[in-house]
Structures are given as structure tokens and as C-alpha cells.
């Protein structure tokens, strides 16, 4: 019995010692041979939902950069998780004429926009879809990432149209969520869920722009239970380094304040189903009525409904025959 226990607890000891052995390999790997451009991830020593990342899910024609990711526990995107993150990535360039673009860039909470501010991928002349991840390891413990902020560079071949969310399963890399329609120059909230964000946006746009005084969604017919959320809109970048956002921010369209409002910041130039105003919501669920005020000389007769589907926007109903300026109670 006595030698059982010996060898049982020698067993645990070289299986933490492998570990440990794992660890610091890719310890030196991460630091000292980073130069080489390639991270390798510690899948020995981590459990399930320790580690995450996001991959290009669609191909670019140069190198892509990525200013800032952000993972969240809450499908509101408002929950960051970062104790005990270390970034990981596929690959990052270490000289360039504006210098290092590790991982680390990405994970700064600093996201000035502009290629020069960005992690890089050494895929100068273009990546293949899915050959490149930017994500992060956990050492501490295991999270459940509901919603992922991605903000990519604006500029054209350098940001993926679809991105891809995994995570270590304690064996593999598992797939999460694939989203589509996605963009560069913006931060954008992608919840794992469908449901949890809704949206209008204008089926035809007024010499004067668009602008809502007021949008409330609710979760049944009779428009009594207010639904609360996070609100998002058209044109708002969410790097809070703009001024613009600050100036103009889409909770104005939520505040019960009937005196202000948000105003897409395309103004006259606006077309039809271009800016949107979105709620994301506490609670994923139907929307079933919203109450709708714009403004009497911005506003649109007819407005579409839109959900996420978990991947990307799928259309609801049309609302035809409004009054700009009045209470729109549209079920």
C-alpha cells in the first residue's frame, strides 16, 4: 500500500514537472525566440477555456493588423477579462519602418487608429483565410467568453471581412463563432449568442440626415417591459479617443431625454439602410415592440428591424407609414 501511494504521488510529481518543462519551453519560445516572429501556445499545462483567440476568417491581400482585442464574459461585451492574460498570436513582424508590432499592441487598451499602432501578421503579401490568430492565454483560470471587441485597421487589404472565435478545450482548439460582414476602423461588439443585439435603420434618408430623439425596445407587444442594454450606433468608432463619440454618443437615443438624441454622423450624405442604432441587450431574447421618436425634420417614413443571428445581422419586419417628430409605437 505504502509503495502505491509512493509511486501514485511520484507520478504527480513528474506530471507536474512535464508540465513545468512545457511551460518554460514555451516561456523561452515566447521571449527569447519571439524575434523569429512566431508564438507557440502552452496547450500541456491549460484547461478548458484558458485560452482564446481570434483567427482571420477570411483571406487579405496584405499583411492584417489588428489594433485591439478585447474578450468579455457578458454577451453585452462590458465583463473584460484580463487577470493573468499573456496575448498569443501565429505571428507578429519585428522590424518595420515604424518599428516592433508585437501581440502586446492589441492588448494595450490603447487604440489609437492607424497601421503604425497595430499588431502585425509577417503575411506582407497576403494571408490566407484562417492561417492567422491574435488571442489570449489565461494562466490563472478558465473563462467563458460571451462577446469579443474587435477593432482592425480601416485600411483596405490589411483587415479580414470574417473572423473566427476558439478556444482551448483542454485538448484542442474548439470552434466557437464565426462572424461575418465584419470591418475595419470601428470597434465592433460580436456576442457569441443570436438575440442579443437589435437594430433599426432607415429605409430612406432625409435631406437632413437621420437622427432619433428616442428608441426603446421592449420584450413584449404591449410595450411595458423595457428592456436595458448597451447602445451602440452607425459611425460611433469606440476607441474613446474620438471625439466625435464623446460628442455625440448613441445613449443620447436611450436616456428618456426627449431635449437631445443621437444624429447619424453621415448628416446629409446618409443613404438608405446605411446608419443604424442598436440596442445590446442584457438579456438575449425576441423584441416584440419598440416606441420610436425621431426628429420631425431628419427623420425616415419607413424603418427595417434587424437581430443578430450570433454571426451577423438578419432582417426582422419593416415599419411603414411613420411620423417623424411623434411617438412611433411600432409592434
Not at 291 to 317: C, H, I, P, Y
Request: with cysteine; charged share 15%; aromatic share 12%.
Amino acid at each position: 500500500m505504502v509503495a502505491a501511494v509512493s509511486t501514485g504521488r511520484w507520478g504527480r510529481l513528474w506530471s507536474e514537472l512535464v508540465g513545468f518543462l512545457g511551460f518554460l519551453h514555451w516561456s523561452l519560445e515566447l521571449h527569447c525566440l519571439g524575434g523569429l516572429g512566431q508564438f507557440i501556445p502552452p496547450p500541456i499545462i491549460r484547461q478548458d477555456g484558458q485560452q482564446w483567440r481570434v483567427l482571420n476568417g477570411a483571406a487579405t491581400t496584405s499583411f492584417w493588423a489588428v489594433l485591439e482585442v478585447e474578450f468579455h464574459s457578458a454577451s453585452t461585451c462590458n465583463d473584460l477579462k484580463r487577470d493573468g492574460a499573456a496575448p498569443l498570436a501565429s505571428s507578429y513582424v519585428i522590424a518595420s519602418a515604424s518599428g516592433e508590432h508585437p501581440p502586446s499592441f492589441a492588448f494595450d487598451l490603447a487604440a489609437p487608429l492607424g497601421l503604425k499602432y497595430a499588431w502585425w501578421t509577417k503575411c506582407a503579401s497576403g494571408c490566407p483565410a484562417r492561417s492567422q490568430y491574435i488571442g489570449q492565454d489565461y494562466s490563472l483560470r478558465g473563462y467563458d467568453i460571451q462577446c469579443v471587441r474587435v477593432l482592425q485597421v480601416e485600411e483596405a487589404g490589411h483587415f479580414s471581412t470574417a473572423l473566427d472565435l476558439e478556444r482551448w478545450n483542454g485538448a484542442t482548439w474548439a470552434h466557437v463563432q464565426s462572424f461575418q460582414d465584419v470591418y475595419g476602423g470601428f470597434f465592433l461588439n460580436l456576442p457569441v449568442q443570436p438575440l442579443t443585439k437589435w437594430r433599426i435603420l432607415p429605409l430612406e434618408v432625409a435631406s437632413q440626415g437621420w437622427a432619433v430623439t428616442e428608441l426603446s425596445f421592449y420584450s413584449d407587444i404591449e410595450c411595458r417591459s423595457l428592456v436595458d442594454g448597451v447602445p451602440g450606433a452607425f459611425g460611433e468608432v469606440g476607441n474613446r479617443l474620438v471625439p466625435s463619440d464623446a460628442a455625440n454618443p448613441p445613449s443620447r437615443a436611450f436616456d428618456g431625454d426627449q431635449s437631445g438624441g443621437w444624429t447619424a454622423p453621415c448628416a446629409e450624405n446618409c443613404q438608405p439602410l446605411q446608419p443604424w442604432l442598436e440596442l445590446n441587450v442584457q438579456v438575449p431574447g425576441e423584441m416584440r415592440c419598440l416606441r420610436l421618436l425621431q426628429s420631425a425634420d431628419a427623420g425616415a417614413a419607413s424603418v427595417m428591424v434587424q437581430s443578430w443571428d450570433g454571426s451577423t445581422f438578419k432582417n426582422e419586419t419593416i415599419f411603414t407609414d411613420l411620423n417623424p417628430g411623434s411617438w412611433d409605437y411600432l409592434a
